[in-house]
T-cell receptor, first 114, second 112 residues
Framework: DGGITQSPKYLFRKEGQNVTLSCEQN?????MYWYRQDPGQGLRLIYY???????QKGDIAEGYSVSREKKESFPLTVTSAQKNPTAFYLC?????????????FGPGTRLTVL | GDSVTQMEGPVTLSEEAFLTINCTYT??????LFWYVQYPGEGLQLLLK?????DKGSNKGFEATYRKETTSFHLEKGSVQVSDSAVYFC???????????FGKGTHLIIQP
């Protein structure tokens, strides 16, 4: 089955630690995205990537980092600089940014800072 | 910049009631419009889309019509079921590389 996988589903982090969230897609999509979801605030864009080895900051990139070394993978690192990282994180992909527009989402990772 | 406004929730209805969730947008040019649905603890699933004015998207009994004159894309369903309980997001794409702009979501609760 084609789709997007995210792991882990639940993640707990101590203050001061960096953690990395995995996102993998086998849809052969060029573009990938990371969103943060907080209750009552909808989705906010963290980072996006249109092509391998290139990525751009979204609206709330501070305290996060990404890499795009392979087309199918777009991991997100939540660093200790992110002051309020507890949230639900969603990864998405689309065929080509700005062309077909439709984004397909993974099941999400819920991060909790202890 | 682009923005999407949708009605605040929660919206509570009885089973078999008629559903309308309002969505209006602000955008330059001619955006594509989307409705996504999110069930508890899951990611978003595309429900329907429309890419130009007067297009009607439909899926699983849900419909929405792209109204350019009123900059709206209201979601409707004639008879809701308990299984429709979820959070519904309206979104637009202006064709830019940064993807979609989302509304804040509307939590729908259907009571038996």
């Amino acid at each position: 089955d084609g789709g997007i996988t995210q792991s882990p589903k639940y993640l707990f982090r101590k203050e001061g630690q960096n953690v990395t969230l995995s996102c993998e897609q086998n849809l052969n999509h060029d573009a990938m995205y990371w969103y943060r979801q907080d209750p009552g605030q909808g989705l906010r864009l963290i980072y996006y990537s249109q092509i391998v080895n290139d990525f751009q900051k979204g609206d709330i990139a501070e305290g996060y980092s990404v890499s795009r070394e392979k087309k199918e993978s777009f991991p997100l690192t939540v660093t200790s600089a992110q002051k309020n990282p507890t949230a639900f994180y969603l990864c998405a992909s689309s065929e080509l940014a700005g062309v077909t527009d439709t984004q397909y989402f993974g099941p999400g990772t819920r991060l909790t800072v202890l | 910049g682009d923005s999407v406004t949708q009605m605040e929730g929660p919206v509570t209805l009885s089973e078999e009631a008629f559903l309308t969730i309002n969505c209006t947008y602000t955008a330059t040019g001619y955006p594509s419009l989307f409705w996504y649905v999110q069930y508890p603890g899951e990611g978003l699933q595309l429900l329907l889309k429309a890419t130009k004015a007067d297009d009607k998207g439909s899926n699983k009994g849900f419909e929405a019509t792209y109204r350019k004159e009123t900059t709206s894309f209201h979601l409707e369903k004639g008879s809701v079921q308990v299984s429709d309980s979820a959070v519904y997001f309206c979104a637009l794409s202006g064709g830019g590389a940064d993807g979609l702009t989302f509304g804040k979501g509307t939590h729908l609760i259907i009571q038996p």
